[in-house]
């Protein structure tokens, strides 16, 4: 039974499209991205990576903007089977709608990113921004949107 189960599941996981394993959110969490683009990051991702560290990570953003005095402007969470797909959807209209603001963002993103102790462990804070850290934790795939009309994305190669 249990086999039979498993074959059916990987019947259906093989059979999928590509695109719809690689963006199986589109349209739940976010509209359909207008923009994407892919970012080669100036990193390895670090040997110690795993899901658990992803999903940790993406908490930990949670939990620091629950501390300050007014609402989280923005959603943060892993998605996908090993948390490899960072989505990233504004809580407030007419934020995040537009590229140069996502860019704002991840400045922003970078500021913070650059204080955390991974990239002080290996000391390049001053160097590596955002997206690099986001490479060295495992993730491939970052999605931010306004949660309503406007995603970008962003592949780490």
């Known amino acids: 039974m249990i086999r039979v189960l498993?074959?059916?599941?990987?019947?259906?996981?093989?059979?999928?499209?590509?695109?719809?394993?690689?963006?199986?959110?589109?349209?739940?969490?976010?509209?359909?991205?207008?923009?994407?683009?892919?970012?080669?990051?100036?990193?390895r991702i670090l040997p110690y990576a795993n899901s658990t560290i992803r999903i940790e990570f993406a908490n930990s953003i949670v939990v620091e903007s629950l501390k300050k005095s007014f609402p989280p402007q923005f959603a943060i969470f892993a998605k996908g089977i090993n948390a490899e797909r960072m989505i990233i959807i504004s809580n407030m209209k007419g934020q995040l709608?537009?590229?140069?603001?996502?860019?704002?963002l991840l400045a922003t993103m970078t500021a913070v990113a650059r204080k955390s102790p991974v990239l002080r462990k290996v000391r390049l804070e001053?160097?590596?921004?955002?997206?690099?850290?986001?490479?060295?934790?495992?993730?491939k795939q970052i999605t931010i949107s306004d949660g309503d009309k406007f995603s970008h994305q962003v592949f780490l190669k």
Do not use: H
């Open 126 to 139: 001053n160097v590596l921004t955002f997206l690099d850290l986001a490479k060295m934790l495992g993730f």
């Open 97 to 104: 709608d537009t590229i140069y603001r996502v860019r704002a």
């Open 6 to 43: 498993v074959l059916s599941l990987l019947v259906t996981f093989f059979t999928l499209p590509i695109a719809a394993l690689a963006d199986r959110e589109s349209g739940y969490y976010y509209p359909a991205p207008k923009k994407i683009e892919n970012f080669k990051g100036r990193t």
